[in-house]
Nanobody
Framework: VQLQASGGGLVQAGGSLRVSCAAS????????MGWFRQAPGKEREFVAY????????AYQDSVQGRFTISRDNAKSTVYLQMNSLKPEDTAVYYC????????????????????WGQGTLVTVSS
């Protein structure tokens, strides 16, 4: 699976941005897709995930209610719609994928994922 993240940019606090993750190489119907982020000087952290089949989602507490993860089957693309952005949301955002049911880690943990995109930078100015 190849993942290509895009859509990052500079936005003011309170604004919105949507980042995308285009997937290729495999049928994703049995995959879990995740978004993670890494701020300067900080460790990578979980943001959200979605089960491609069924659409079940989960979010980090700090983004719950502001971010929405979704997928487009026809485009093999996962989106992260980010609203009410805050300066602390500034980070490089990475998408990741793993076959559902594989491994022993929770999908909120980076090691659960096998495939990673290259990241897209989101900067929120105050």
């Amino acid at each position: 699976v190849q993942l290509q993240a895009s859509g990052g940019g500079l936005v003011q606090a309170g604004g919105s941005l949507r980042v995308s993750c285009a997937a290729s190489g495999r049928t994703l119907s049995s995959y879990v897709m995740g978004w993670f982020r890494q701020a300067p000087g900080k460790e990578r952290e979980f943001v959200a995930y979605i089960h491609w089949s069924g659409g079940m989602t989960a979010y980090q507490d700090s983004v719950q209610g502001r971010f929405t993860i979704s997928r487009d089957n026809a485009k093999s693309t996962v989106y992260l719609q980010m609203n009410s952005l805050k300066p602390e949301d500034t980070a490089v955002y990475y998408c990741a994928a793993v076959p559902a049911g594989s491994g022993h880690y929770s999908y909120t943990h980076g090691p659960a994922y096998v495939y990673w995109g290259q990241g897209t930078l989101v900067t929120v100015s105050s």
